[in-house]
């Protein structure tokens, strides 16, 4: 049997074939030696240590056509960045071809229809940066430089989804650059099936060079924050989050962070380095109703720190930013469930006592709402009816202490997961998780589909990164 790309063991690759790629691109073609090349092949997760053979700064939808040629044509290993911001690194391919569209940044909103229209390479950051002033939002994550691009492919949760829906549902079409080097519309109306698979089944598909997305009104100012209190009222509070979020209007999404107390300047001074228990709220509706949906918040016990007030829903979105630098080294086990069970509870405060990292954190986020009420079969979203998501986040610097915090991750992980849905994110899934988790992020009707479209457009997985869907 064939090799699939994916599957060759050796790339070979001529200084003549480099130099007329150079020559055929507009944008920079950048090699390990080279100025720049460090900074190109930089990701969020310095875990990640691939190293591709070329990156490509590509200048528009013409050099990724080149690119997707050039490593189909030569057997090379490509890969995608857009924000590279993605756990996996699925940014990086080693010794082949990487795609970068950072430089590629431009948003374009219409706020008569309220449509927003974004490039490859943009991140939520610069998404909300021009939607904001027109009270405009197209729901996105809660790190301001997550990218578009990843995010939505995956699926793509956040502040404003149990209002709004996901970032995938609010996808109105793209322009793709296929296998086969041909630049594509997908839509509802045209490409329909690539355009379904393109809305949860995650980078296997091509390279999409554009997003035209459905903006909803919220904001420039919005209710939001969070209540903090001590670690040692973990349990109380966890049983709050559980009651809030069980009877929340679709308006309401809450996140329940377990942690140590970063310095950040919304919080007391005397707060930064101790255990806590935080619930941050972001509420997407009028303000006078939201009000009294945070008053149950605020009179529970008495908060160490209590920041929930009408501000800058740009403030919000960024809040969580400075916890999540670009260069540190990051490991995530992540698992959906359909309540919050009182063993559950217990687990996931125990697990968040024995921490070992002063970065690291579990983030429990409500979900439902909007998304839940939408036709299973939309788009290829496979965890739509998840009430709750829990993200173990281990975060350190040192390289000698791997092993540590990786340990922490799964032992905190195997201590939640047989209360899970057995279903999974995408967006979430380490390096090292295997074809059973891609498979359980879907099932296996969605799965076979996916699996179908891909081999149309792409049968020889030439798209194959780390959450990959193999053609059938």
């Known amino acids: 049997m064939a090799h699939t790309l994916a599957q060759q063991p050796e790339y070979r690759l001529s200084q003549a074939a480099v130099a007329d790629l150079r020559t055929a691109l507009r944008g920079a073609l950048l ?40 490593a189909r044509e030569n057997g090379l290993p490509l890969s995608i960045r857009g924000g590279g911001h993605n756990i996996a690194g699925t940014a990086l391919c080693d010794r082949g071809l990487m795609i970068d569209m950072s430089l590629r940044r431009g948003v374009r909103v219409d706020p008569g229809r309220r449509i927003v229209r974004a ?11 021009e939607s904001q002033p027109f009270g405009l939002v197209v729901p996105g994550g809660i790190v301001s430089n997550t990218g578009v691009a990843g995010f939505t492919m995956g699926g793509g949760f956040g502040w404003t989804s149990r209002k709004c829906a ?52 919220h904001g420039p100012q919005a209710l939001c924050g969070m209540v903090v209190y001590p670690m040692a009222h973990a349990r ?39 255990p806590i228990a935080a619930i941050a709220v972001c509420w997407t509706g009028d303000q006078a109703a939201g009000q009294d949906a945070m008053r149950a918040l605020k009179s529970f016990g008495k908060p160490a720190a209590d920041t929930i007030t009408i501000k800058p829903f740009i403030a919000h979105q960024t809040m969580l930013d400075s ?51 939408l036709d299973r079969g939309l788009n290829a979203v496979g965890f739509r009816t998840a009430q709750y998501v829990l993200n ?75 959450q990959n869907i193999p053609p059938r």
Not at 119 to 129: I, L, Q, R, S
Not at 236 to 255: G, K, M, N, S
Request: charged share 25%; glycine share 8%.
């Open 323 to 373: 916890g999540q630098p670009f260069g540190r080294r990051y490991y995530w086990k992540s698992d959906f469930f359909a309540d919050m069970s009182e063993r559950l509870i217990d687990v996931m405060v125990e697990h968040a006592e024995r921490i070992t990292s002063p970065y690291s954190a579990a983030l429990l986020m409500h979900l439902g709402g909007a998304p839940a009420q």
């Open 236 to 274: 109380d509070v966890a049983h709050e989050f559980r009651r809030i979020t069980a009877a929340a209007p679709d308006e309401l999404c809450c996140l329940l962070i377990l942690r140590i107390a970063p310095p950040a300047p919304f919080l007391p001074a005397q707060l930064h380095g101790t």
């Open 392 to 466: 173990v986040q281990a975060a350190w610097e040192n390289p000698q202490e791997d092993r540590r915090h990786i340990e922490w991750a799964r032992d905190y992980w195997a201590a939640i997961h047989p209360f899970s849905s057995g279903s999974a994110y995408i967006n979430f899934m380490t390096e090292d998780e295997g074809d059973a988790r891609v498979r359980a992020a879907y099932g296996d009707r969605l799965y076979a589909r996916l699996a179908e479209i891909k081999a149309k457009f792409d049968p020889g997985n030439l798209f194959h990164g780390a």
């Open 31 to 70: 090699q390990p030696p080279d100025p720049g090349y460090r900074e190109a092949r930089s990701i969020w997760n310095g875990m990640i240590t691939r190293e591709p053979a070329l990156i490509a700064r590509v200048s528009g939808a013409s050099d990724v056509v080149t690119c997707v040629n050039f």
């Open 119 to 129: 490039e490859g390479g943009t991140t939520w950051g610069d998404v909300d940066h």
């Open 166 to 217: 996901y970032a995938a549902d609010n996808l109105m079409s793209v322009d793709i650059v296929t296998a086969d080097g041909e630049r594509r519309h997908a839509s509802e109306t045209e490409n329909a099936d690539l355009f379904w698979a393109l809305r949860g089944g995650g980078g296997n598909f091509g390279a999409v060079t554009s997003f035209e997305f459905q903006a909803h009104p």
